[in-house]
């Protein structure tokens, strides 16, 4: 047997779902008994979705009704030689499905945008469904949204824009490269597909895993030598943090163990190649004098490259999503540093140590994460008002369901855009503004 032959068995084992099906065995996660042969005992247990319009006067796998175990309708299709449908619904279509049902025992997560909920299931060992709803929400936007604010206001805001200028190369690579090679998600049955909100994107690679896998390892390459602490420490948290969250994806039915494997070296890769330049990025983005022009610029053309317009996903506004705020951060410590807010401690001085806890400094960080995390919100609530409106109108697209619009690409791409830049604008200009005007800085 030749080398190519071995390495497409290891592939396909390793893509198996029955794998990842044993796995959520082995963790005490089981689908629910099969239907009854008994047709009164299925009305019975069907009753209390009897009074759900979605669902009454639908025979299973009728359009927009419930779908027999083994359907296509939480997967996302691959395509056949590369062409084929495109990912996702078309366009504006995923609207047909209704208002989302009320949430079932067992689903981690609802799309919101879809209605579409994650598999009823059996769920025995309760400890290991709490870490891994903690480890999948290590990749997700409520994580996001306070763990760089965190870093940028009360730890070290040079760690923090530099971490975000990772996250924001990793995730955007990663989002691509779904959509170029383009595999489904882990057949369900045999998986539980416990989580659905990222089900209409591509499997391979996982992104979840490339962030689980960038974060912490860019933590300590960016901390080790700026503030004294031991390495063990960093060389723990690594591991620990990674295998979390790339367990958890497998635990949630949302990846196979091939995913897994190819996001963490995926990711390895690009630390490898692009690291050594984050000093250089993170320095042209707060010194250059057209540093925002260039951004701006720069990060509508990166989105420009990889939307198309013709298919709804999650994926295209979380790419925008990620570029928005990459964009804005960038140019709000353009600003704060011209205006002389936030000063980087001098090289002399380092290693930095860390100040002693004392009741001032707690309440002052929570009293900065709690101004500055109620600003972020209303920045970006009020710019959700404005620019899902403004898009509809601009494209002509009815704004009487919100839901139903942004399953248009031409709403959701410049919302998601133009307001994740407002908020990242937000946390590194507006807000330590804030904090230096009523002296919490």
């Known amino acids: 047997m030749s080398l190519r032959q071995r390495l497409a068995q290891l592939v396909g084992r390793l893509q198996d779902p029955q794998k ?119 990749g997700n936007e409520l994580f996001y949204i306070l763990f760089f604010p965190f870093w940028i206001w009360n730890l070290d805001p040079l760690v923090g824009r530099r971490l975000v200028v990772i996250w924001v190369l990793v995730m955007y690579l990663g989002q691509c490269t779904k959509d170029i090679i383009r595999w489904p998600r882990p057949a369900s049955p045999p998986v539980v597909k416990l989580e659905v909100f990222y089900n209409s994107e591509y499997s391979m690679p996982s992104t979840h895993a490339m962030s689980g896998t960038a974060i912490p390892i860019s933590m300590v390459l960016l901390t080790y030598g700026r503030w004294q602490y031991p390495l063990i420490y960093g060389l723990i948290l690594i591991p620990c943090w990674c295998s979390l969250v790339c367990l958890s994806r497998i635990y949630m039915g949302m990846h196979s163990i091939l995913d897994i494997i190819a996001g963490f070296l995926y990711t390895i890769l690009i630390l490898a190649v692009f690291y ?15 540093a925002p022009l260039i951004i701006i610029g720069l990060h509508l053309a990166l989105g420009i490259f990889s939307f198309t317009l013709d298919t709804w996903s999650t994926s295209r506004g979380d790419t925008a999503e990620i570029l928005g705020s990459g964009a804005g951060i960038a140019c709000g ?82 919302y998601r855009y133009i307001t994740y830049g407002m908020v990242g604008f937000s946390i590194t200009f507006f807000v330590p503004y804030i904090f230096f005007f009523i002296g919490i800085s």
Not at 370 to 398: E, H, Q
């Open 20 to 138: 990842v099906a044993r796995f959520q065995r082995l963790c005490g996660v089981e689908a629910p008994p099969r239907r009854s042969a008994d047709p009164r005992e299925d009305e019975k247990a069907e009753a209390p979705l009897a009074g759900d319009p979605r669902l009454r006067g639908r025979p299973p796998g009728a359009p927009g009704g419930p779908q027999p175990p083994g359907s296509d309708r939480n997967q996302c299709p691959a395509k056949p030689d590369g062409g084929g449908s495109p990912n996702g619904v078309r366009n504006g279509l995923a609207a047909e499905l209704g208002p989302a049902s009320p949430r079932r025992a067992g689903a981690l997560r609802r799309n919101s945008l879809t209605g579409e909920e994650g598999q009823l299931a059996r769920v025995s060992n309760w400890p290991l469904y709490c870490l891994f709803c903690f480890g999948t929400e290590l």
């Open 333 to 414: 410590s353009h600003v704060t540093y011209n205006m002389g807010l936030v000063l980087d401690p001098s090289l002399d001085i380092l290693p930095l140590a860390g100040p002693p806890i004392t009741m001032t400094l707690f309440g002052k960080a929570i009293l900065r994460i709690l101004i500055g995390m109620v600003f972020v919100l209303i920045v970006r609530d009020v710019m959700k008002k404005i620019t899902i409106p403004l898009a509809c109108k601009i494209f002509n697209i009815p704004c009487d369901d919100i839901r139903k619009a942004r399953q248009h690409m031409e709403v959701e791409l410049p």
């Open 276 to 290: 050594p330049f984050v000093d250089l990025i993170d320095n042209f983005n707060q010194t250059h004098k057209y």
